[in-house]
């Protein structure tokens, strides 16, 4: 069965660096997001992705973020210069059709001393 | 804006029971659709049973159905025959059709215990 799939599973880095997570969505799939869970809470939006251009983002998603689909099999987030409060779980997304359910990674956690 | 609401921070079902997870929503949209997910402790969220806004019927997957309430705007899931590896985090979640991409929101979740 086909599954999106994230690199790495987990990742350590120090404050102020910098930080690439991978994703390799369901190959016929077009729509594509990345989410936040931040340890115990609840599963938050940060963007979506088609046609090669953000959809939308919520508020979270700030200058800090970005996302690109660098050559229409890896989507990739970008942190820049990381915080403590950056430390989540971090998912990867995808849909085949407007109406389908999202499919996701298993996701990619960060923490950032 | 839309918005999801899991009033039940945690719950506690035996084994082979039924038990229901409550699930309310806002929306202004006339079109939308409703999602629960399950999350183990492993971390990864599992699909589980989508209602859309116009069904008439309720969804049902399996163990679980969707008890779909419009009026009240309620989307509570009921899982039958309840099994130790139901224990996990059930999320609740909607998309809005007119949303352009098409995002899902979240509720805040309800941690499912299931004792033997």
């Known amino acids: 069965e086909p599954e999106v799939t994230q690199t790495p599973s987990h990742q350590v880095t120090q404050m102020g660096q910098e930080v690439i997570l991978r994703c390799v969505p369901i190959?016929?799939?077009?729509?594509f997001y990345w989410y936040r869970q931040i340890l115990g809470q609840k599963v938050e939006f940060l963007v979506s992705?088609?046609?090669?251009?953000?959809?939308?983002k919520s508020e979270i998603f700030d200058d800090q973020f970005s996302v690109e689909r660098p050559d229409g099999s890896n989507f990739t987030l970008k942190i820049r210069s990381t915080k403590l409060e950056d430390s989540a779980m971090y998912f990867c997304?995808?849909?085949?059709?407007?109406?389908?359910?999202?499919?996701f990674g298993e996701g990619s956690r960060l923490t950032v001393l | 804006a839309q918005k999801i609401t899991q009033t039940q921070p945690g719950m506690f079902v035996q084994e082979k029971e039924a038990v229901t997870l409550d699930c309310t929503y806002d929306?202004?949209?006339?079109?939308?659709?409703l999602f629960w997910y399950k999350q183990p402790s492993s971390g990864e969220m599992i699909f589980l049973i989508y209602?859309?806004?116009?069904?008439?019927q309720n969804a049902t997957e399996g163990r679980y159905s969707l008890n779909f309430q419009k009026a009240r705007k309620s989307a509570n899931l009921v899982i039958s025959a309840s099994q130790l590896g139901d224990s996990a985090m059930y999320f609740c979640?909607?998309?809005?059709?007119?949303?352009?991409?098409?995002?899902?929101?979240f509720g805040q979740g309800t941690e499912l215990s299931v004792k033997p």
């Open positions: 997304a995808s849909r085949g059709r407007l109406t389908g359910e999202l499919f």
């Open positions: 190959s016929n799939h077009l729509y």
């Open positions: 992705f088609y046609n090669n251009e953000i959809s939308e």
């Open positions: 929306t202004s949209d006339q079109s939308y659709g």
């Open positions: 209602q859309g806004s116009y069904d008439e």
């Open positions: 979640a909607m998309r809005e059709w007119g949303n352009q991409g098409g995002k899902l929101i």
